[in-house]
């Protein structure tokens, strides 16, 4: 039972980590129709944009703002240099053009940076938490609260404000929604920037635990992918849930059947539904926007 907790503890956090990737690929999925594979690097933006800061001597909170800051400037920024450009082209090609940003991200980070890994103080100290038989460090709880009230705060947004609804209806029908006078491109830019303050929050929760490094928004892209399409792409909820299955599939299969293959979880998540169920979980049935 105290290995089974252990497993849980520790897929739930970083499934928590995934989620938080795949609620930003949701938001600019729903708003632009692309799939944005440079979102797990504003994860590394987040991240070492905090060490570094915190390293120059500011206090960790004020140096986490910047770097979210920062993350949100970079989004803005591939929205309106590569991604705007870019409107009319074929889905391909926006993805192709997300896989260069995020190469180009890559080589920014190795000048601005460094290539060494490098890792956070724990926000309320790194004592484990004993639990069952199990132990969780409280930077884990820090994790997964972030992620859910990241989540209810998004959910908020979208439903109760007018920015929100505005949001919606640009990704229900765009063209509408300029018929109503909603600024479309303000609303794209919005949610490049808001995607990218996700994953630079997320970025700055895990790094006490994970290490990250210029590099590290690789893996986090492809996990959050594989979140996205397992939950449903578009689907909020769908995404956070996704996040939480791979996150325990990939806890689970390394406890009980080897560590070897824990990064191949995801993959084998993504063959699985686009074999059995095409549209994810909380896909639903097929829509067409006119």
Do not use: C
């Not at 640009?170 to 909603?182: D, P, Q, S």
């Amino acid at each position: 039972m105290a290995e089974f907790l252990q497993l849980l503890f520790s897929g739930l956090t970083v499934g928590a980590v995934y989620a938080l990737v795949a609620l930003g690929f949701t938001l600019i999925y729903n708003a632009s129709d692309v799939i944005n594979f440079a979102q797990g690097d504003f994860v590394m933006i987040g991240g070492m944009g905090t060490v570094f800061l915190a390293a120059a001597g500011l206090s960790l909170p004020l140096a986490a703002f910047i770097a979210i800051l920062a993350a949100v400037a970079v989004g803005l920024l591939l929205h309106r240099l590569a991604i705007e450009p870019a409107r009319g082209a074929s889905p391909v090609a926006l993805i192709m053009i997300t896989i260069g940003a995020s190469i180009f991200i890559k080589g920014v980070a190795q000048v601005v940076f460094d290539k060494q890994f490098h890792s956070l103080p724990a926000f309320t100290g790194s004592d484990p938490i004993a639990l069952g038989g199990a132990t969780i460090l409280p930077q884990s709880l820090w994790v997964v609260g972030g992620a859910i009230v990241l989540f209810v705060a998004l959910y908020l947004f979208l439903e109760r404000t007018l920015l929100g609804k505005a949001v919606l209806a640009t990704a229900a029908n765009r063209l509408a929604a300029r018929l109503v006078g909603i600024n479309v491109k303000v609303i794209l830019a919005l949610a490049f920037g808001v995607s990218a303050a996700i994953g630079a929050i997320a970025g700055v929760l895990v790094t006490p635990i994970t290490l990250t490094r210029y590099d590290i928004g690789t893996l986090f892209a492809l996990k959050g992918f594989a979140a996205a399409m397992v939950g449903g792409m578009g689907h909020p909820l769908g995404a956070v849930v996704g996040g939480v299955l791979i996150g325990l599939m990939e806890a689970f299969g390394a406890g009980y059947i080897s560590s070897t293959y824990k990064d191949g979880v995801a993959f084998l998540a993504i063959l699985l539904v686009l074999f059995f169920m095409p549209r994810g979980l909380f896909g639903g049935g097929s829509v067409e926007r006119v």
